[in-house]
C-alpha cells in the first residue's frame, strides 16, 4: 500500500508545483516522447537480460504492492514449529520426524502452522536439513557449510530482480536526453517557423528530459529498494532455521536452540523471550 501513496506523493508534489508556479499541466502531456522513453527501456530491458531474469524480474515486481508477510507472528509459528519438531526428535529419535519432513503438508505437526506451510522455500530448506540429521551422515560443521552455500544461492537468485530494476531506473534519464535530443532535432528542422512555435517545440523536447529523470528517481528506482528490502526479510527466515537447527546438532535442548533462532531476528519483529515462551506454551495446550 505504500508504493500507491508514495507515487501519489511524487505525483501531486512535482506537478502541484509545477501548477502552483502557474504552469499549464497541458504542455507535460507528451505522448510520444513517452513513447521514445518506455519504449527504449523496454527494449534495452530485454536486450540486457536472460529470459530467466525477465521471468523473476516480473515475478517479483507485484510483490511491491503487498505488505511484508514476514511479522512476528510468522516468525513465532516457525520457531515454535521447530521447538515441535526438536522436541519430539529428543523424546523420541530422529526416525520418528521421518514421516513429518517426508509429507510435510499431510503431518499434524506442520499441519498446526499454515503460515510457514504456505512458504515452500522455508519447508524445503527445513526438511531437506532435517532429513540429513536424521540420515546422520554429516556433522554440524559440514551442514553449516552447506547452509550457507544454499542461503548465499537464495539471495543472489534473489538479487536478479533487484538489478534488473535498478538497471533500468539509472537508464530512464538517458532515453529521457535521447527524447530530448529527438524533439531538438525536429525543433532545428522547423527553424522557419515563427518564434512562438519553435518556443513550444523547445518545450516539448524539454519534456523529455523532464520524465526520464522522474520516472527513474521517482517511480522505477525505488522499486529496487523495495524488492532488495524484501530480499533481505526472506533471507531471515532461513538464518532462524539454520542457527536453530545447528544448535540443536550441537546438543542444545529444543527451548535453547529456539532461542538461538529468535536471535538473529530483525529487532523490529524479533519477539521476546517471553512472547515466544507463551505461544509455545499456547501451541502445546492445542
Given at each position: 500500500?505504500?508504493?500507491?501513496?508514495?507515487?501519489?506523493?511524487?505525483?501531486s508534489?512535482?506537478?502541484g508545483?509545477?501548477?502552483?508556479?502557474?504552469g499549464?499541466?497541458?504542455?507535460?502531456?507528451q505522448p510520444?516522447?513517452?513513447?521514445m522513453i518506455g519504449?527504449?527501456?523496454?527494449g534495452?530491458?530485454?536486450?540486457?537480460?536472460?529470459?530467466?531474469a525477465?521471468k523473476?524480474?516480473?515475478?517479483?515486481?507485484?510483490?511491491?504492492?503487498?505488505?511484508?508477510k514476514?511479522?512476528k507472528n510468522?516468525?513465532?509459528e516457525?520457531?515454535?514449529l521447530?521447538?515441535e519438531?526438536?522436541s519430539?526428535?529428543?523424546?523420541?529419535?530422529?526416525?520418528?520426524?521421518?514421516?513429518?519432513i517426508?509429507?510435510?503438508?499431510?503431518?499434524a505437526?506442520?499441519?498446526?502452522?499454515?503460515?510457514?506451510?504456505?512458504?515452500?522455500?522455508?519447508?524445503e530448506?527445513?526438511?531437506?536439513y532435517?532429513?540429513l540429521?536424521?540420515s546422520?551422515?554429516?556433522?554440524?560443521?559440514?551442514?553449516?557449510?552447506?547452509?550457507?552455500n544454499?542461503?548465499e544461492?537464495?539471495?543472489?537468485?534473489g538479487e536478479?530482480?533487484?538489478?534488473c530494476?535498478?538497471?533500468?531506473?539509472d537508464?530512464m534519464?538517458?532515453?529521457?536526453i535521447?527524447?530530448a535530443v529527438?524533439g531538438?532535432?525536429?525543433?532545428?528542422a522547423?527553424?522557419?517557423?515563427?518564434?512562438?512555435?519553435?518556443?513550444l517545440?523547445?518545450?516539448?523536447?524539454?519534456?523529455?528530459t523532464f520524465?526520464?529523470?522522474?520516472?527513474?528517481?521517482?517511480?522505477?528506482?525505488?522499486?529496487?529498494?523495495?524488492?532488495?528490502?524484501k530480499?533481505?526479510?526472506?533471507?531471515?527466515?532461513f538464518?532462524?532455521?539454520?542457527?536453530?537447527?545447528?544448535?540443536?546438532?550441537?546438543?542444545?535442548?529444543?527451548?535453547?536452540?529456539?532461542?538461538f533462532?529468535?536471535k538473529v531476528?530483525?529487532s523490529?519483529?524479533?519477539?521476546?523471550?517471553?512472547?515466544?515462551e507463551e505461544?509455545i506454551?499456547?501451541?502445546?495446550s492445542?
Open positions: 500500500m505504500l508504493v500507491p501513496i508514495g507515487y501519489l506523493i511524487v505525483l508534489s512535482v506537478f508545483g509545477f501548477m502552483m508556479e502557474g499549464q499541466l497541458a504542455a507535460l502531456m510520444i516522447e513517452l513513447l519504449g527504449a527501456a523496454a534495452s530491458f530485454f536486450v540486457g537480460n536472460n529470459g530467466k525477465i523473476a524480474t516480473m515475478k517479483a515486481l507485484p510483490t511491491v504492492l503487498k505488505g511484508s514476514y511479522t510468522l516468525y513465532m516457525l520457531m515454535t521447530q521447538f519438531i526438536l519430539k526428535v529428543r523424546k523420541e529419535g530422529l526416525m520418528s520426524i521421518e514421516g513429518d517426508e509429507a510435510p503438508e499431510e503431518s505437526i506442520f499441519g498446526k502452522y499454515p503460515g510457514v506451510l504456505a512458504d515452500h522455500h522455508v519447508i530448506f527445513m526438511t531437506d532435517l532429513r540429521m536424521v546422520g551422515n554429516m556433522d554440524a560443521f559440514q551442514i553449516e557449510n552447506l547452509m550457507d544454499e542461503i544461492t537464495h539471495h543472489v537468485e536478479v530482480p533487484v538489478h530494476i535498478a538497471k533500468l531506473g537508464a534519464p538517458a532515453f529521457g535521447v527524447a529527438m531538438v532535432v525536429h525543433t532545428m522547423s527553424v522557419g517557423l515563427p518564434p512562438a512555435e519553435l518556443g517545440l523547445i518545450a516539448d523536447a524539454l519534456v523529455g520524465l526520464g529523470i522522474l520516472l527513474s528517481y521517482g517511480f522505477i528506482g525505488p522499486l529496487s529498494t523495495q524488492l532488495e528490502q530480499l533481505h526479510e526472506s533471507s531471515k527466515m538464518q532462524c532455521v539454520k542457527v536453530t537447527l545447528l544448535a540443536s546438532l550441537n546438543g542444545y535442548a529444543p527451548a535453547l536452540a529456539v532461542e533462532g529468535r531476528l530483525f523490529t519483529e524479533r519477539p521476546s523471550f517471553a512472547e515466544l505461544h506454551k499456547q501451541s502445546k492445542k
